[in-house]
């Protein structure tokens, strides 16, 4: 694996930050080619782990994953700095719409933007279930969890963070339950 400079990883989370549209999801697939294939600096499994872990936590996905990253490559400092420079262009972008918002939300042409980068965003997260669903350890208990929780999302109507809660507590009882006392 590579090394990299602080102030690298810095302009690799600006252009990343620039170009994220859509939320947290559509990371997995740019920090994939970014950081996996292009510049081999992380393993593919490290960065689904980071993924998994940064949606578990609160706050914004995309800066969970970048602190992670930031932290595999060059520590505490990697960390923040990963962080800064994802946030830097959304921060000073919505500072600056925010005060032009109005005639913004008018605008034929910015309406029809919206929607173009709305239809890429779906395909966007269309790849990232499809990187998660091939690496996850797929057992039978794992589809009987998988059609739970899409039962209780669709067709219960629970909300995505009670679904969530429910079926980290079912997981944790899981694997306590199968895992050999010495592997603990």
Request: glycine share 6%; no cysteine.
């Amino acid at each position: 694996m590579q090394k990299i400079s602080l102030f690298k990883l810095f302009l690799i989370f600006v252009k990343i930050g620039a170009i994220l549209l859509g939320g947290g999801y559509v990371i997995l697939p740019i920090l994939m080619n970014e950081f996996v294939e292009r510049r081999n600096l992380i393993s593919q499994d490290e960065l689904l782990n980071y993924f998994a872990l940064s949606q578990s936590l609160p706050g914004i996905i995309a800066a969970n994953i970048s602190m992670f990253v930031g932290y595999k490559l060059l520590g505490k400092r990697g960390s923040l700095i990963a962080m800064l420079g994802i946030i830097t262009i959304p921060f000073l972008t919505i500072i600056l719409l925010a005060s032009i918002i109005e005639s913004f939300t008018e605008n034929l042409y910015i309406q029809s933007v919206f929607w173009g980068v709305g239809i890429a965003v779906i395909a966007l997260i269309m790849l990232t279930v499809k990187e998660m669903w091939q690496k996850a350890n797929k057992n039978l208990f794992f589809y009987i969890i998988f059609i739970a929780s899409l039962f209780s999302l669709v067709l219960l109507n629970f909300s995505p963070s009670k679904t969530f809660l429910i079926f980290i507590i079912i997981g944790v009882i899981y694997k306590r339950i199968t895992t050999p006392m010495e592997a603990r």
